[in-house]
């Protein structure tokens, strides 16, 4: 099981950028997929899940309205398109597995702010937003 993020670099405020999770090793559909991300001094903050049957997706408050995940099943890939990015949104993104195969996951997780619901943590990307 491998999930690799990239995408990430350094954007203006305002601006926009497409970060890939390609992921192998199991299906997509099986697992749900969530974003997380740190910024340097602060705990890991999960930002976005999509639930793996149904493809629902869960956005954080600081992100909703301005992210949008989504995946491609056939390319093995999860997808975190940012928009409207502000200089708060700088932190090193990161993409993870869900390891409890449960329907409720995506909710449980960014209403707890609890992240061990996930794994499988693959290099994450950073993004910088300059001012």
């Known amino acids: 099981v491998q999930l690799q993020a990239s995408g990430g670099g350094l954007v203006q405020t305002g601006g926009s950028l497409r970060l890939s999770c390609v992921v192998s090793?199991?299906?997509?559909?099986?697992?749900?997929i969530a974003w997380f991300r740190q910024a340097p001094g602060k705990a890991r903050e999960g930002i976005s899940c999509?639930?793996?049957?149904?493809?629902?997706?869960y956005y954080a408050e600081s992100v909703k309205g301005r992210f949008t995940i989504s995946r491609d099943n056939v390319k093995n890939t999860v997808y975190l398109q940012m928009a409207s990015l502000k200089p708060e949104d700088t932190a090193v993104y990161s993409c993870?597995?869900?390891?409890?195969?449960?329907?409720?996951?995506?909710?449980?997780?960014?209403?707890?702010?609890?992240?061990?619901?996930?794994?499988?943590w693959g290099q994450g990307t950073l993004v910088t937003v300059s001012s």
């Open positions: 090793g199991f299906r997509l559909d099986d697992f749900s």
């Open positions: 993870a597995k869900d390891l409890v195969a449960d329907d409720d996951v995506c909710v449980t997780t960014l209403a707890s702010g609890r992240w061990d619901f996930f794994g499988s």
């Open positions: 999509i639930s793996r049957r149904d493809g629902t997706t």
